[in-house]
């Protein structure tokens, strides 16, 4: 058995998701899960629907433009808007009533599956042209707590109800990366960009030979090319080093992807749904050599420094009471320094996130918020890859050690 993944560049109109059957027919087979994202970008518009919602603004032209979006691929694919895609927008509609005045996190996680919900809705139904192809609901098979927007996997109870639907599979299946469901029923999302994590997932209930990940570029390179123009294409990685890029941020595989293959010893491949003749990159439990240096840019970062009320030391006690709110809040540090009376710390701008933090922490501390800021870390550096660096930054942190550099800046 074999889990394919797609992302929503792959899928993003007509011409993707016939591209999809193809790599399908050409490197799938009958037992082969297929595990898609919501098409293009359409979770930014749907979070763009959560807020308007949440708040009892006006979304009826946001929710057109997403309904038009996803009947203008139908039209490019097939005859008739299939009735399973009609029932999702359907339900996107009765959310978006439900979540008025609700709390945005629990509300999110209603409202943004449906990105993934329709765009496997549309796939199965123009792969059942050609094709045995079953739908079926990530939300069923995958059981999460209550974590909204980074729920976290009861891997007991998941487990049971993957290997009870698919481990007899022989026919090909499609469903959603990225989401899930807690006990009550209420949808849960796996933090963003969880559609690799979803895919492995799959992979390690059903003990995969292996997992791929077709994606719009020719494997992992060791930098956006968005960003730097002169980038080199890993062949191979080892589970520990691709682990590491992804802790400090580089958006290539979802971080909590590895861990799950890593322990089934399942290779992953992340390979280009464009250039097909391309071998990608695999990732294994096979130790590499020290690899070339990995550069990631983290645009809109916001700083926070709390310092201490009572002009005393910043000691562990109130170091503790920091990273229990910050744990409470499923917020990852991307950087962090402290001084006698300070504790600054990095992380991803999230408005929503940022207030609770204020909420929560300004009774012991004075808090200040710098935002719009970037953060540029480099993996395995060499002494000319500071030359990647903007010239002109202004440094507000920096840290840097035998192997790993890092550094904030406006």
């Not at 009870?164 to 469901?181: A, R």
């Not at 590895?258 to 992340?270: F, M």
Request: net charge negative; hydrophobic share 40%; aromatic share 10%.
């Amino acid at each position: 058995m074999q889990i394919f993944k797609f992302g929503g560049a792959s899928v993003k109109d007509g011409e993707g998701i016939r591209n999809l059957e193809k790599v399908i027919q050409e490197f799938g087979n009958d037992r082969t899960v297929v595990v898609v994202s919501a098409m293009g970008k359409m979770t930014n518009k749907l979070e763009e629907l959560v807020d308007l919602a949440v708040n009892g603004k006006d979304y009826d032209a946001v929710l057109e433009e997403l309904f038009s979006y996803h009947q203008a691929v139908i039209q490019d694919i097939m005859n008739v808007v299939p009735e399973s895609y009609i029932k999702w927008e359907e339900s996107l509609k009765e959310c978006c009533e439900k979540v008025n005045g609700q709390d945005i996190l629990w509300s999110y996680d209603q409202i943004v599956p449906h990105g993934e919900l329709m765009s496997t809705s549309i796939i199965s139904a123009y792969l059942k042209q050609n094709s045995q192809c079953e739908w079926l609901d990530a939300r069923d098979l995958i059981r999460t707590d209550q974590y909204f927007t980074e729920a976290n996997v009861d891997w007991v109870v998941t487990e049971k109800s993957i290997i009870k639907t698919l481990q007899d599979l022989d026919h090909m299946v499609v469903t959603q990366g990225f989401i899930g469901s807690d006990a009550e029923g209420n949808s849960t999302t796996l933090g963003r960009e969880g559609s690799d994590f979803s895919g492995s997932i799959f992979a390690y209930c059903l003990g995969a030979e292996s997992f791929t990940v077709w994606k719009d570029v020719k494997g992992i390179l060791n930098a956006d090319p968005r960003i730097m123009d002169q980038t080199e294409k890993y062949d191979r990685l080892s589970y520990r080093e691709i682990t590491e890029m992804t802790y400090y941020g580089a958006q290539v595989i979802h971080p909590k992807t590895l861990k799950p293959l890593a322990q089934k010893s399942i290779p992953l491949t992340v390979r280009s749904f464009e250039e097909l003749e391309a071998s990608g990159t695999l990732i294994s439990s096979k130790n590499t050599k020290k690899t070339v240096p990995c550069f990631v840019f983290k645009k809109n970062q916001l700083l926070v420094t709390a310092e201490v009320k009572d002009h005393n030391f910043m000691n562990e006690q109130k170091l503790g009471l920091i990273l229990q709110v910050l744990d409470l809040l499923n917020i990852k540090i991307n950087l962090m320094q402290n001084s006698a009376l300070t504790f600054s710390f990095c992380i991803d701008n999230k408005e929503f996130k940022a207030r609770r933090i204020k909420e929560l922490l300004n009774r012991d501390f004075i808090l200040s918020f710098e935002g719009e800021l970037n953060l540029a870390t480099i993996k395995n550096y060499q002494p000319e890859s500071f030359d990647q660096l903007p010239p002109d930054r202004s440094v507000l942190m920096e840290q840097k050690t035998a192997s790993n550099y890092q550094v904030l800046y406006r």
